[in-house]
């Protein structure tokens, strides 16, 4: 797997930071580091940054680091903040603020620009929307700090690790067990996609496409937009079934869209006719492996959340002054309610 040469980075004062400090290099731990974007095409975009390496200070070190959430409406995000926030009190030199933009693409910009004024050492960022937070994300990358990016993608290459599962297996996967434990004879799906612009609603949707594909009689009849929350995705729900008497499964992106699916079956009396799929599988009383337990949902696919990984990362990066791998790819797991109650213990649900 690539990896990039980017150390734990202090930003230099504004009067350092001109173009004087472009043509120094200095040690980090007692390595030479660049700076992102220049004269490494794999470290972002080419363009150059602002500020070179200064040296690491490892774990004599105080660091601050920024995390920049979507939104926290959904059960996930909020999860994956309580795990960063629990594994970074474990670390002495590690302070963490968080900053919720609520789904608002220009409130998140605003939030990754107050973390640059702050002076951040380190940006962890699980984006609205991936084109709209490119060229900020980019932005704090070229000024030498590092960026862990979480759960959605940006895009290009500018930040030092992508920390998620893939996406599109875990479409594919929940096609296949529709095509294969579902709807052996065929059947007609609906659809509750997440956030159009984010990677993951692209994702999930193009691989459960392919996880269907050549088998005989499986259709997706009707599409919603539930941007990953209960309450919209039980709206869409109501709608789509409303204009279609024949949908035997709904696929959502997110465990909360669809359980908001199956709160607008049984509001309709059709709870009994229907399967429906998510995707998250929190091990909390509210998430998804309960509701397969319980048998809300027929199956949902853990999707672990990356906060401890992120911290690790950090750690790895500004204390341990160590090169990291541009990915991080999580497993995921197919949760039924054959297993669920195992995997519920197994990931330290209560």
Avoid: K
Avoid at 51 to 60: F, I, L, S, V
Avoid at 149 to 167: H, P, S, W
Avoid at 196 to 205: K, L, M, V
């Amino acid at each position: 797997m690539t990896t990039r040469h980017f150390f734990a980075r202090r930003r230099w004062t504004a009067a350092l930071a001109g173009s004087a400090a472009l043509m120094l290099t200095l040690a980090a731990c007692g390595t030479e580091s660049d700076a992102p974007g220049v004269g490494d095409d794999e470290a972002g975009s080419g363009d150059g940054g602002g500020d070179t390496g200064a040296e690491c200070a490892g774990a004599d070190g105080e660091y601050l680091i920024g995390m920049s959430q979507a939104n926290v409406a959904e059960p996930y995000r909020q999860q994956m903040d309580d795990d960063i926030r629990a594994a970074a009190e474990e670390i002495d030199q590690f302070e963490v603020v968080f900053a919720d933009a609520a789904q608002d693409n220009a409130q998140q910009v605003s939030d990754v620009e107050n973390f640059l004024t702050q002076g951040i050492d380190l940006l962890m960022i699980s984006p609205n929307e991936a084109a709209p937070l490119t060229d900020v994300v980019e932005r704090a990358y070229n000024e030498g700090i590092p960026v862990i990016v979480l759960d959605r993608r940006v895009e290009g290459e500018a930040f030092t690790q992508y920390i998620g599962a893939d996406n599109f297996e875990i479409g594919r996967a929940a096609g296949e067990y529709v095509a294969t434990e579902l709807l052996t004879d065929g059947g007609n799906v609906a659809e509750l996609a997440g956030l159009p612009g984010s990677t993951p609603a692209q994702e999930r949707a193009e691989g459960f496409r392919e996880g269907i594909a050549g088998t005989d009689g499986i259709e997706i009849i009707a599409e919603g937009t539930g941007d990953w929350l209960r309450e919209l995705g039980q709206s869409q729900a109501e709608g789509i079934l409303q204009a279609n008497a024949e949908i035997d499964v709904f696929y959502a992106h997110n465990d909360p869209m669809a359980e908001g699916a199956y709160l607008a079956a049984q509001s309709a009396g059709r709870e009994g006719e229907l399967e429906f799929i998510g995707i998250d599988g929190l091990p909390i009383p509210s998430g998804g492996i309960r509701a397969v337990e319980e048998g809300r949902l027929s199956a949902t696919f853990v999707y672990p959340t990356g906060g401890v990984e992120a911290v690790e990362t950090a750690e790895q990066i500004l204390i341990g002054c160590e090169e990291v791998d541009v990915e991080q790819i999580l497993e995921t797991q197919l949760v039924t309610q054959d297993n669920a109650a195992d995997v519920y213990t197994e990931l330290g649900g209560e």
